[in-house]
């Protein structure tokens, strides 16, 4: 088990924004988070990254899972056009929050951010800096970033955000790919219903309280995927 959630309430400003909330996650699943904008989405990434404690229920780690080595890799990023960190030097900051007090990067740690590199196809601009990239590639480097600090698990919030079709499919086969190869469990919030049930192995589906959560095939079946889907099928 990655990580359990039993009957967790949310809350916000003082307000309630989700309850009744119950989903776990296990080795290797994908799951993708369904919803409509402010139905509680944010608030539960939040609390699953140790941001924001829940308001009641109980959300708990795994074994050797920790805030601190989730990969998180967020919808929208700060940037400083001035700020001088290269690429490579960018990805490596996935593993500060696991480094303590060593004034430097392992061996392991900087193998690891090659490897990242080289299997996200960003090792070209491993000298460049983030204002000479494209959207996509800029996602590519922040992707390998969060998988620094992932080791059993990484969340991605709106991963494909105003990036073009093409880049999004490839953004969301090289996390499929890294979800099938290492092993890693993978959380995603999206509006993307297609790549939801084309990508993800479960679903959960909140508006202000858990509508669903199971699997993929188990949720196409229902009502609420058909209206959430426009009464429109999808084929996988």
């Known amino acids: 088990m990655i990580l ?18 119950n989903f776990c996650v296990n080795e290797g699943d994908y799951l993708c988070i369904l919803g409509e904008n402010g139905s509680g989405k944010t ?103 969060a998988l620094c600090s992932a080791e059993k698990l990484l969340i991605l919030d709106e991963p494909t955000a105003a990036l073009d079709p093409i880049v999004t499919e490839g953004l969301y086969e090289m996390t499929k790919q890294l979800n099938r190869e290492e092993g890693i469990a993978v959380i995603m919030v999206s509006h993307d219903v297609a790549a939801a049930t084309k990508y993800a192995n479960r679903i959960l589906h909140i508006k202000h309280e858990q509508l669903f959560f199971g699997s993929t095939e188990e949720y196409l079946k229902t009502e609420l995927a058909k209206a959430y889907l426009g009464g429109h099928g999808i084929d996988h």
Do not use: H, W
């Open 4 to 21: 359990n959630c039993e009957n967790v309430s949310l809350s916000y400003d003082g307000r309630t924004v989700a309850s009744n909330i």
């Open 43 to 145: 608030t539960l990434i939040n609390a699953i990254l140790g941001l924001k404690k829940v308001a009641g229920g109980k959300l708990a780690y795994g074994e050797g899972v920790r805030a601190q080595n989730i990969g998180y890799l967020p919808q929208k990023q700060s940037s400083n056009a001035d700020f001088p960190a290269c690429v490579r030097e960018i990805v490596r900051t996935g593993f500060l929050g696991k480094r303590g007090f060593r004034p430097y990067y392992s061996k392991e740690e900087r193998e690891r951010a090659e490897s990242l590199m080289k299997t996200l196809g960003i090792s070209e601009f491993a000298k460049r800096s983030m204002d000479e990239l494209s959207g996509g590639q800029q996602k590519r480097v922040l992707l390998a970033r």
